[in-house]
């Protein structure tokens, strides 16, 4: 896979600590592409290797066959997990900076201010000050500077964090848009159910090393034999001690369930039936949390995997 | 480039538009004002009112009595008519009876504390071999001490010469040993009033000092508030941080230079109509003499970029501004040092210390501006020392701020993304030599 930007070996380690350990990505060119992984797996500091940010210790990358070209920093949009803006400014001046700062000119800049404030309904505080905006809103705003200058590729830490559902559907569908205009999206999330919605490739990390890459079609199918999504009236406690059933993951209104051959699903179906009332019962892909279980044989990050 | 310059003019407007700005540009010649030239005209300006003093003689050959007359010979003013000092009452105690001269001053001192009395005088006996003559005052006056020390000191001349029969009159005496008031000229012949040059170098060098500790702690909390705002992280996905850090420290620093060059602008504008605002021509001199003005403007633009990456240097290894406190101590110290040891280097502009002192490159820019102002050199020319030794000067503090810039660009692109904890020392030297 030839990709527009592939990381080659990277490695970092601070004092005795690996942070990331020989990893190697690629991320092709026009799609959603997920690093996944539990808090503390190393995503942060690759993220921040590919911005430049961190110098690796060794290692390649490169953005469209070329190691660190020069225009990287203006053809980059970025946001890191670590979020803030000047609260002194108002809006307007914010987005005007930050875009300059990326060599767009102001002018374009300025036709295209008020498109995206009123996409993110923020246009009435286009000359307020940050400080007077709340949480949400300042992430939004966040948004609009990593995105102003029209990058060819969006780099974002930890999308989804602090954000409400409204403002993630909201900032879903601007991705969305933005990958048919064929530009390039990579993000980290540890909710990996949001990953799942989103992503065409994914790059499973844990503990600094690859777990698992590819598109998210030929992970599922290849992983996706013995899963199946079970929905029942009353208590799932007794799940697990029944033969046939290797693991049991509680989802919040549903359970997934790894099952040891396919070939017993009915056998299983009928025992479970004996004890409560499915009212659902689906062969299915497996979620990434699973798979990442499965192949990190433990579940770092707790409930992390599970939003 | 361009990034250099949006960050340039970000850092440039965001400055100019705050009212303090404003503020700083009245202000502060307001304040320069107020502890130079408003002490100066005090002083000069004298006492308005007679001071009353009393005076006991325990001698008893009446020389008390010839001090109070010629202590009655000063005048409030040269051109005043009225006695600057006022007898209250001569005591003459016979030596024999000490203790009444200890009653005596008991009373005296507490007119001192309540009543107006302002100094006394006391003439031990046999005063001219022991010098045992004492001032007491409400509060040191060191013209009147220095006045009173004279009167007595000629008398007793006088007194020493009598006995040595050479058979002068003591009036005679006193009139052959008057003094003369000396004034210092400057070679030229351009009369220089020491005050007028005291003050001017104090000015100079204060602006110098402020702008200094001013605009460098407006960029010193800069990168810390854009650390804990974490826009830092933003920031340097666009630009480099050495980009960053000197766009910051240009646009500051453009700042500063706008702000001294409209005081130099009012300075002119007053210079220009000097005749209708009274300024005495020797402070004119002083100040617009154009070799003191290029090595001011050289060595402000030279102290604010070296003290401004050192300032740099601390807003990266600290994240909140109680952690930088310790270390303004020490450089407000440096930059102020020459302030602290004035008087020394008034008197002595040239000696090896203070030569030695002004070339170590944090001293320098104030060091150097002080000594220019105290020489007055009148041309370029290096043959003359002081402006050979303010281009040496030059040289090295450059030197010396290209190295402190390495430095902090260095520890500044590493420190800027740390937050929470100050850096120890280990880990900057990691930082400096990190590739």
């Known amino acids: 896979m030839n990709g527009y930007l592939q990381l080659r070996g990277i490695s970092k380690r601070y004092g005795e600590k690996v942070a990331v350990d020989a990893l190697d990505l690629t991320v092709p060119k026009g799609c959603l592409y997920g690093i996944i992984g539990p808090n503390g797996a190393g995503k942060t500091t690759t993220i921040r290797m590919i911005m430049n940010i961190i110098i690796p210790d060794s290692g390649d990358i490169l953005v469209d066959g070329k190691s660190a070209p020069a225009d990287f920093k203006n053809r980059v949009g970025y946001l890191p997990e670590e979020r803030g803006l000047y609260r002194k400014m108002t809006l307007r001046e914010v987005i005007l900076y930050l875009g300059q700062l990326k060599e767009t000119p102001r002018k374009e800049l300025e036709s295209r201010l008020d498109g995206w404030l009123e996409r993110m309904d923020l246009l009435p505080y286009k000359n307020r000050k940050v400080e007077e905006l709340s949480k949400g809103m300042q992430q939004k705003l966040q948004f609009i500077t990593t995105l102003i200058h029209n990058p060819d590729i969006i780099i974002l830490d930890e999308l989804f964090s602090g954000l409400d559902p409204l403002n993630i559907e909201l900032i879903k569908n601007v991705l969305l848009e933005v990958k048919r205009e064929g530009r390039t999206i990579l993000f980290s999330t540890h909710v990996m159910e949001q990953a799942e919605k989103l992503c065409d490739y994914i790059c499973m990390i844990d503990g600094g090393r690859k777990v698992l890459d590819g598109s998210l079609n030929d992970i599922k199918s290849r992983y996706g034999k013995n899963t199946v999504h079970l929905e029942i009236d009353g208590d799932g406690e007794f799940l697990a001690g029944l033969p046939g059933v290797k693991t049991v993951t509680n989802f919040t209104n549903y359970f997934e369930l790894i099952l040891t051959d396919m070939t017993q699903a009915n056998a299983t179906l009928k025992a479970i039936a004996d004890r409560v009332t499915i009212t659902h019962f689906e062969r299915v892909e497996p979620s990434l949390y699973n798979i990442f279980i499965d192949l990190a044989g433990h579940p770092r990050g707790g409930d992390g995997g599970r939003a | ?435």
């Open chain 2, 1 to 435: 480039m361009k990034k250099f310059w949006t960050i340039f003019a970000a850092e440039y407007s965001q400055v100019v538009k705050k009212k303090s700005f404003i503020i700083g540009i009245i202000l502060t010649p307001a304040f320069m004002v107020l502890i130079t030239v408003l002490p100066a005209m005090l002083m000069d300006k004298g006492i308005s009112d007679p001071e009353s003093y009393v005076v006991i003689d325990a001698d008893g050959r009446g020389i008390g009595a010839q001090f109070t007359a010629s202590v009655g010979r000063y005048k409030l003013d040269s051109d005043s008519t009225l006695n600057a000092y006022k007898l209250v009452k001569l005591y003459e105690i016979p030596s024999n009876q000490p203790h009444e001269l200890d009653s005596v001053r008991g009373i005296l001192d507490s007119m001192l504390l309540t009543k107006g009395l302002k100094h006394y005088v006391v003439l031990m006996p046999r005063l001219e071999e022991t010098d045992s003559i004492l001032m007491v005052s409400k509060s040191t006056n060191f013209k009147t001490l220095s006045r009173f020390d004279r009167r007595i000191s000629d008398i007793l001349a006088a007194m020493r010469l009598e006995k040595s029969n050479i058979n002068l009159s003591i009036d005679s005496v006193l009139s052959m040993t008057r003094r003369v008031e000396m004034s210092q000229v400057s070679p030229g012949g351009k009369t220089r009033d020491f005050m007028s040059m005291y003050f001017g170098a104090l000015v100079f060098v204060m602006i110098v000092a402020m702008s200094v500790l001013g605009f460098g702690g407006i960029l010193m909390r800069s990168i810390i508030e854009e650390k804990n705002s974490r826009v830092m992280e933003v920031l340097v996905s666009s630009v480099s941080p050495f980009q960053l850090m000197m766009g910051k420290i240009a646009g500051l620093g453009f700042a500063n230079l706008t702000q001294v060059g409209i005081w130099i602008l009012i300075g002119l504008v007053l210079f220009a109509n000097r005749s209708g605002l009274n300024i005495p021509a020797n402070v004119g001199q002083i100040i617009f003499n154009p070799v003191l003005i290029v090595f001011f403007i050289v060595y402000l633009i030279i102290a604010y970029v070296m003290y401004s990456a050192i300032f740099a240097f601390i807003g990266s290894i600290c994240s909140t501004d109680k952690e930088t406190q310790n270390f303004m101590f020490p450089i407000t110290m440096s930059i102020m040092m020459p302030i602290f040891i004035m008087t020394y280097i008034v008197q002595e502009p040239e000696s090896v210390i203070t030569t030695v002192l002004s070339l170590i490159p944090i001293f320098t820019p104030t060091m150097m501006v002080l000594r220019v102002n105290i020489m007055a050199p009148e041309t370029f020319s290096l043959g003359n020392p002081i402006v050979l030794e303010a281009v040496i000067g030059v040289v090295l503090s450059v030197l010396f701020t290209i190295g402190i810039v390495w430095v902090t660009g260095r520890v500044f692109r590493m420190g800027i993304l740390m937050t929470g904890k100050r850096a120890t020392f280990p880990e900057i030297m990691k930082w400096i030599r990190y590739k």
